[in-house]
């Protein structure tokens, strides 16, 4: 028997003999893990709200389309042209990388093919990565458009 303690106040937990004070830290880890998990279950952002049954639209468009593209500095044609200039130098991180803003610019106008367009370019040089919203553009880019007059409105 420990010193100052009693049978009653040690716990026998999977072969690891336990003093009061470990069990109230392990009470506090349960509770800190199960308040995290609930956080991220609340959370959820405007575009998962609107998609919610629609898994399929959400991947393609998470990945493609700005939240708010009003922040972008530079038009579609500069970044098709520095798309094409970077592909010219052999740079095709860079190009791929111009040519999914042009893409992202292109969903924000509502224009699917120029959509289909840049992120066509986008796959050819990176086949690696899949562009989902190559499957479904017009349904990508209608949800889009959604998206944007509910929290674009100036």
């Known amino acids: ?89 052999k740079d095709l991180v860079k190009a791929r990388t111009y040519y999914e803003i042009a893409g992202g610019l292109a969903i924000y106008e509502g224009d699917v093919k120029k959509v289909v367009e840049y992120f066509s370019e986008c796959q050819r040089l990176s086949p690696n990565m899949e562009y989902t919203i190559l499957k479904n553009p017009e349904k990508a880019v209608a949800v889009a458009q959604e998206y944007y007059k509910k929290h674009l409105q100036s």
């Open 1 to 89: 028997m420990l010193i100052g303690f009693k049978a009653k106040d040690l716990v026998y937990y999977g072969g690891v003999m336990l003093g009061i004070l470990d069990r109230f830290k392990k009470k506090k880890k349960e509770e800190i893990t199960q308040s995290t998990k609930e956080t991220k279950v609340k959370t959820s952002t405007e575009l998962e709200q609107i998609l919610r049954d629609d898994k399929e639209v959400y991947e393609a468009l998470k990945h493609t389309m700005f939240l708010d593209p009003r922040k972008i500095d530079i038009p579609i044609k500069e970044a098709v042209e520095n798309a094409k200039k970077a592909e010219k130098t």
